[in-house]
């Protein structure tokens, strides 16, 4: 008997350490780069690759478009996360037929993405293609608040994420996009005519059935990809889009500028069937990655990593209160951990338990008081509290205290987003007017942060009431031009047009409104 069950024993032993390979090779690490923050349970070699790979795109942009992005604060990056399957991806969404997606957002624009193994060479995946496609989009809300039209916005975006990255280093651009291919083969009656492409925004199209909106993405390239390449028509994509910032609509401007839309029409046709149609090599020395920092993930932060993913991604209450409660039994199993008790911190906030996030980021900070997102989760915390306070000096000093953690993170950070915005919260959020300081503080924020609205809406009606009207519009006319604006950007027209007969030097009361507009969130 002792036999049989050593032999059993043995063999158990076996089956586990062949059925369990996952646990064993799990291995969380961290890449830091100049543009991004990459997590991915995967190795050092294929986490760094990607890293650099992304970076090799940053810079073709630079290269491709001649604009150049100010290094972002190390807050301000795009984090990446790789949750190891289109389920995952799905799961996190919220939504099926997702394979990857990506949140802008002023408090850190994330990216959720498959495998980090998909870019090592050749063209990527699909999640990691979605990727690039968002990161055009990024790439030019970060050096033109103006936005394209609807059809060169994604166009753009399209021609420049449908690449290959080459093993020398270099990147192939100007190739089809292969999950948009398919729609260009169906007869030319199913397609989208370029006369409705030009002219749609994002309410209308948002309203169209998947085939249509396939065949608006497939066109935008294809009809981008044309009047980018083709010689003859050089300076023609430019001349158009400055004719729609000067306001001209979008069918007008294209007839100017590209000689009619029948033709055109007719021209990009033939432009797709034909075999030779141009594709471009950037070299290697042209697109040089900048360094990129990798560390493994100690066993506390890679325990965190689910909650801290879901965290990032958005979660209802009810989820917030499971994450909260996971996050407490793997703080007590690493309570040295301060990147575990800041991931705490995290979950307690959002769970709405200001007490316990306070308590867990203090403890963090006295471990490491270099974590910045402590010192974040601190604060707003102590925010919230501050406005539960009905006696208004009591109120001055909660906000006064909420402020001290977020002038320490403005200390360590100084373009951190939060203790800028967070600065000219503390008054506005009292009605109290806001010093100089407060409101430059806000115009720094904003401008940190060219592609959230919601910042930017703000800085007008700051503006407006200061009597800046210049300002105001200047703020305030690009939501309005924002083709994803949907009914946002017509609530600007409508102010654009309250402010039109107004004189500059004019102070328009609007503090009431930013105060419900911040509170209300």
Known sequence: ??????????????????????????????????????????????????AENLERFHRLMEYSTGRTVEKPSPSNRVTVYAVGSEGAVRKLAGTSGVAGFYLPRWQGSAAFVQDVRS???????????????????????????????????????????SIAFMEDG?????????????????????????????????????????????SFYANSWLLYHYLSTVEERSGQLREYWIEVLKGTPSLEAARSAFGGVGPLQRKINLHYRDRDRPVYRAAAELIKAGPVAVRALDA?????????????????????????????????????????LTSLANAEYVAGKDGAAIAAAERALKID???????????????????????????????????????????????????????????????????????SALVRAAGLAPFDQEIWLITGMMHMNDGRIGEARAALL???????????????????????????GQPIPVQQAISAYFIDE
């Not at 604006?485 to 007969?501: T, Y």
Request: proline share 5%; aromatic share 10%.
């Open 170 to 214: 270099s990147i192939v651009t100007g190739l089809s996009p292969q999950h948009r291919d398919f729609m260009l083969f169906w007869d030319e009656k199913q397609q989208m005519p370029v006369s409705e492409l030009l002219d749609l925004d994002w309410t209308r199209l948002s309203v169209r059935n998947s085939a249509d909106k396939n």
């Open 1 to 50: 008997m002792s036999s049989r069950f050593s032999i059993l024993s043995a063999l158990v032993a076996v089956l586990c350490s062949v059925a369990m390979p996952a646990a064993a090779l799990a291995e969380w690490h961290e890449a830091s780069s100049d543009h991004f923050v990459i997590y991915a349970d995967a190795g050092e070699e294929d986490i760094r690759a990607y």
């Open 300 to 340: 506390g932060e890679a325990a965190a990593m689910d909650a801290r993913i879901q965290l990032d991604r958005g979660v209802g209450q009810d989820d917030a209160a499971k994450l909260a409660k996971q996050m407490r039994e793997i703080a007590k199993q690493h309570p040295e951990n301060a990147a575990v």
């Open 369 to 439: 008081p270099a974590l910045t997102d402590a010192y974040v989760y601190k604060g707003l915390s102590l925010f919230r509290k501050a406005r539960q306070i009905a006696d208004p000096g009591k109120k001055a000093r909660g906000y006064e205290r909420a402020m001290e953690p977020l002038r320490a993170l403005g200390a360590l950070e100084a373009d951190h987003i939060v203790p800028l915005l967070y600065t000219y919260r503390s008054y506005a959020e009292r009605n109290v007017v806001p010093s100089a300081e407060a409101k």
């Open 119 to 161: 870019i090592k060479k050749g063209r990527p995946d699909l999640s990691t293609t979605i990727l690039l496609h968002e990161y055009v989009h990024h790439f030019f809300a970060s050096t033109d608040r103006f936005a394209m039209p609807l059809w060169m916005n994604e166009g753009a975006a399209e021609f420049f994420s």
């Open 478 to 504: 690009p939501l309005a031009s924002n083709p994803h604006g949907w009914e946002k950007a017509e609530q600007v027209k409508s102010l654009l047009a309250f402010l039109s007969d107004k004189q500059e």
